[in-house]
Nanobody, 114 residues
């Protein structure tokens, strides 16, 4: 199983980024997926989730700004992040929901400058 996140970078507050996560080695279409993040000194948290049939849920801190989506044909889950804030700075990971510890990848760094 491999989950590969990309798309991170440095962006100014108010900007946008789109993070893709490509999955392999799993039957992607039947799995609920999530985007997680971990800021320095903080625990990793779930910020957005999407079920196998497309139902979505968001953490209150990102609701209205982030959108999770999936393309089962490409085995890819996306996180569209708009109106970014400095407090969104973190390493972003994708995983199943709930997360399976053996599936964590390297993540992608998102840094939002004020």
């Amino acid at each position: 199983v491999q989950l590969v996140e990309s798309g991170g970078g440095l962006v100014q507050a108010g900007g946008s980024l789109r993070l893709p996560c490509a999955a392999s080695g799993i039957i992607f279409r039947i799995l609920d997926m999530g985007w997680y993040r971990q800021a320095p000194g903080k625990q990793r948290e779930l910020v957005a989730a999407i079920s196998s049939i497309g139902h979505t849920n968001y953490a209150d801190s990102v609701k209205g700004r982030f959108t999770i989506s999936r393309d089962n044909a490409k085995n890819t889950v996306y996180l569209q992040m708009n109106s970014l804030k400095p407090e969104d700075t973190a390493v972003y990971y994708c995983n199943t929901d709930p997360a399976f510890r053996d599936y964590w990848g390297q993540g992608t760094q998102v840094t939002v400058s004020s």
